[in-house]
């Protein structure tokens, strides 16, 4: 493990700018970053657009925020301290924040420490291109919390560094911060992983995120969704929800919360992609059940679908997979992929299959697309029973159907192309997630 050297800080006044080592980081980041000007050029097109430092007093409110738009980090905490209009000035502009990360118990804890122990792991990211994450690790230490980071050096073991805040919870605090950095990108970052026990919504700042692309959330009280959902965009690219309980309790989401606009609808804006996922590590990836009504999930929209499906009946999914016959001319599923249906009970495949004409994976199926059929046994395991249907609009279309013992698979896995001037299909597996 790295040494490590610490400070004790006040939890009041706790700050981005405490982490020197961040802010290093964040700048040489800013110079590698290809969509921005070289320093020189930053400084003559600040030094333009004002007429020079000297005229400071004299711009607009709105004049300054744009120069506050092209300081780093450090000259915007100096500014900060000039002056109460500064101040406000700084506060008033915010920086660019693409990803914030809360998790609970993440497994990076080991370069601190070789005992197990209770953390809150806090990551973010600026840019959306960048490799770069930054990661604090808050834990309990006594009445008191220590947050921990590394500090990285070239050619060198990391160094491990450390503060202490007096007299507060772990979690409490890494939530507080996590939300100051959203809060400092005026809550206008993309991408938000929240997977915490207890998060504090009555304490939270959070009121809106107006471009949220992306949500996952781990929960442990079904209530917390509807918070969520309240606080997020119509159309989003990714929402996941899943259960971070230890399986005790059974949760189940109510029918009324399947009905959010978010859940029912797919935003052209974003590659016409919406994924409503519900998982649970106690239940071999499926998680506790989503109330889905049959005409719930008929109504569904999304090209890719995953959830615990028991409460979807056997005639309600053979209703669905007719409508393939529809998909090519755009009166069903647009660019539909996949649909994972996790159902312990076992299916009736006389309903399901019922008015549909299957192609099984027999000797002449495995002798047409056997490359195929190995791709598919070792990405989605090879246990159950397997059809082929195909298309009424377009023969060279198909859909692949994998019964298991977890439930029911639908892939969208028969493609159409020309080759040497013919039509033909070409096999593969969509992967989107998992």
């Known amino acids: 493990m790295p040494d490590e050297s610490e400070t004790d800080v006040d939890s009041n006044t706790l700050q981005f700018d405490i982490f020197e080592d961040f802010l290093e ?19 003559r097109s600040l030094t333009d657009f004002i007429g020079g430092f000297k005229n400071w007093h004299l711009l607009y409110d709105d004049c300054k925020m ?10 915007r905490c100096r500014l900060g301290i000039c002056s109460k209009s500064d101040h406000e000035i700084v506060n008033k502009t915010p920086i660019q924040v693409y990803s914030v990360q809360i998790i609970d118990n993440d497994s990076n804890h080991f370069f601190f420490s070789y005992d197990d122990f209770d953390t809150v792991t806090v990551r973010f990211q600026f840019y959306p291109k960048s490799t770069k994450e930054y990661e604090l690790v808050f834990s309990q230490l006594g009445e008191d919390t220590q947050i921990r980071w590394l500090k990285f050096h070239l050619k ?45 919504i009555e304490n939270s700042c959070i009121k809106f995120l107006p471009r949220c692309k992306e949500l996952q959330i781990g929960i442990d009280d079904v209530e917390l969704i509807k918070w969520w959902l309240q606080r997020i965009p119509e159309r989003i690219k990714l929402l996941g929800v ?27 804006d974003y590659e016409k992609k919406l994924i409503f996922q519900i998982t649970s590590s106690f239940r071999l990836g499926f998680g506790d059940p989503a109330t889905f009504s049959d005409e719930q999930f008929l109504n569904l929209k999304n090209k890719s679908i995953s959830f615990n499906a028991i409460t979807v009946s056997d005639d309600a999914i053979n209703q669905f997979i007719k409508t393939f016959q529809k998909w090519i001319n755009g009166n069903g599923i647009e660019d539909f992929r996949e649909a994972n249906l996790g159902s312990l009970e076992k299916r009736d495949e006389a309903t399901i299959l019922r008015g549909i004409d299957v192609r099984p994976w027999d000797e002449d199926f495995q002798r047409e697309a056997d490359a195929f059929i190995e791709d598919f046994k070792s990405v989605c395991g090879g246990g159950g029973r397997c059809y082929q249907i195909t298309s009424r609009v377009d023969p060279y279309e198909s859909l692949t159907l994998q019964f298991s013992d977890l439930g029911l698979y639908v892939y969208a896995s028969g493609k159409k192309i020309i080759h040497n001037g013919k039509p033909c299909t070409r096999y593969s597996i969509p992967l989107l997630f998992f």
């Open 25 to 43: 980081e964040i700048e040489k980041e800013k110079l590698e970053n290809q969509h921005r000007k070289s320093p020189e050029q930053m400084f």
């Open 66 to 75: 744009e120069v506050v738009k092209f300081l780093d980090y450090k000259s």
């Open 156 to 200: 060198k073991y990391p160094e491990s560094r450390s503060l202490i805040l007096k007299s507060c919870n772990y979690q409490e605090e890494a939530v507080k911060f996590a939300e100051r950095i959203m809060k400092k990108g005026h809550f206008e970052l993309e991408k938000l992983s929240v997977s915490t026990k207890k998060y504090p």
């Open 242 to 268: 899943y259960f971070i309980d230890d399986g005790s309790v059974a949760l189940k989401i109510p029918s009324d919360y399947l009905d959010a606009p978010q859940v029912k609808l797919y935003a052209f």
